[in-house]
């Protein structure tokens, strides 16, 4: 998007802050089953979604697009970056767990336990994605003037290159992070609801 601004127009744009970017997120969700931790595990393993950057199958996947907007001011013999927008388009797919009637109450408590941290987790990407699309906005605005729009576009697209490359890095440094943290994570997440409900902050199982 090209926008063409009088020169006027530019140190009152300069001034407005911008905006965080725009996030539209939804949930999907796909089923598993399974009466024991061990099927569950195995439904997860089999029904879980493809991450397509590692073609392997997840417990929960983020998908996302981004679509940046710049609005360029272009007066004689210069141009500037004064308006840029990152819209995020986010779907988050989640697992469902077809419970049986007869779950034990413990393994109700396990699957409440990591399903929510499974979806912490997700939304979490979802927070790193928004920090940099907000930095792209940031970075985009903060440039300088230019000869011409031409120049500006194609220094555009190198900032949007640096800033997402450095979001990479940021989600899969979460990655690695929280997968070396997932089993002493998952005990201390069960102990703290075990003791929620013991206090009486959250209700008991029927069953415990």
Request: a positive charge.
């Amino acid at each position: 998007m090209k926008l063409v601004l009088p020169a006027i127009l530019l140190t009152a744009l300069a001034c407005v802050p911008a905006k965080a970017a725009d996030v539209i997120k939804t949930y999907d969700y796909f089923t598993i089953r399974g009466s024991t931790y061990e099927q569950i595990q195995s439904q997860l393993d089999k029904h879980g979604p493809v991450l397509k950057s590692t073609g392997s199958r997840h417990p929960g996947v983020t998908r996302m697009t981004f679509k940046t907007y710049i609005g360029y001011a272009e007066s004689a013999g210069s141009c500037r970056i004064v308006t840029a927008k990152v819209v995020l388009r986010v779907t988050v797919i989640l697992p469902r767990w077809k419970r049986p009637r007869n779950a034990p109450a413990d393994l109700r408590l396990f699957w409440d336990t990591l399903s929510a941290d499974i979806k912490r987790h997700e939304d979490r990407h979802v927070e790193i994605a928004k920090n940099y699309a907000g930095k792209l906005e940031k970075a985009l605005t903060s440039t300088y003037g230019y000869d011409n729009c031409n120049e500006a576009g194609q220094d555009a697209k190198r900032i949007t290159a640096r800033v997402f490359a450095e979001r990479d890095r940021a989600q899969i440094e979460f990655d690695r992070v929280e997968l070396v943290n997932f089993e002493s994570r998952i005990v201390r997440l069960l102990r703290y609801r075990l003791k929620q409900m013991a206090d009486g902050r959250i209700p008991t199982y029927p069953d415990m």
